[in-house]
């Protein structure tokens, strides 16, 4: 049986909202939701897939996800993502080398911290889920690597618009 690309495509957009009709959820809520869900790949060169990361002023929480897709290990080259006020990067950075590899390279408690990931290696990957709540559109945020070392070159926005 021959099903032309098109014809698939109507059949697999009808089935998408079938399902979601099913489950009691909107396109346009699942659209939002997809909004809310960052994903960022970081590699052996030190280097994030992206410089900026947004999400919208709605999401009252955001998931991101951290690939690592270089081959080296964590003790070698591994990768974190931290996210904090612009004007905190630099000092949670420094206190966070302080910490270990143990904890992430993040300061036990450290309020200036927003939301941050696992340290991963070569092939692995980390998510956090993180609530929105007192981040506003109008402030600077940054995330980086709080690697030691990373900082300075695996850093990029964060945005709420």
Same mark, same amino acid.
């Given at each position: 049986?021959?099903?032309?690309?098109?014809?698939? $495509?109507t059949?697999?957009a009808?089935?998408?909202?079938g399902? *979601?009709? =099913?489950?009691?959820?909107s396109?346009?809520?699942?659209?939002? +939701?997809?909004e809310?869900e960052? !994903?960022i790949?970081?590699?052996d060169?030190m280097q994030y897939?992206?410089?900026?990361?947004?999400?919208?002023? *709605?999401? $009252?929480e955001v998931?991101?996800?951290?690939?690592?897709s270089g081959q =080296?290990?964590?003790?070698?080259m591994?990768?974190?993502?931290? =996210?904090?006020?612009a004007?905190?990067?630099?000092a949670? +950075?420094?206190?966070?080398?302080?910490?270990?590899?143990?904890k992430?390279?993040? $300061?036990?408690?450290?309020t200036?911290?927003?939301?941050?990931?696992?340290?991963v290696?070569?092939?692995?990957? *980390?998510s956090i889920?993180?609530?929105?709540?007192g981040?506003?559109?109008?402030?600077?945020?940054?995330?980086?690597?709080?690697f030691?070392?990373?900082w300075? !070159?695996?850093?990029?926005?964060?945005?709420?618009k």
């Amino acid at each position: 049986m021959k099903i032309s690309i098109h014809r698939l $495509k109507t059949i697999s957009a009808v089935g998408l909202l079938g399902f *979601s009709a =099913l489950f009691g959820m909107s396109s346009s809520a699942m659209a939002h +939701a997809n909004e809310c869900e960052l !994903i960022i790949s970081a590699n052996d060169a030190m280097q994030y897939d992206t410089k900026e990361l947004s999400v919208p002023a *709605s999401c $009252k929480e955001v998931t991101l996800t951290l690939t690592h897709s270089g081959q =080296l290990p964590k003790a070698a080259m591994g990768h974190n993502w931290v =996210l904090t006020k612009a004007a905190d990067m630099q000092a949670v +950075a420094n206190d966070g080398m302080g910490a270990g590899v143990d904890k992430n390279y993040v $300061k036990d408690g450290d309020t200036r911290v927003i939301a941050h990931t696992d340290v991963v290696g070569g092939g692995s990957s *980390s998510s956090i889920t993180f609530s929105t709540e007192g981040m506003s559109a109008s402030e600077a945020y940054k995330f980086f690597c709080s690697f030691p070392g990373h900082w300075a !070159i695996m850093q990029g926005s964060f945005i709420i618009k």
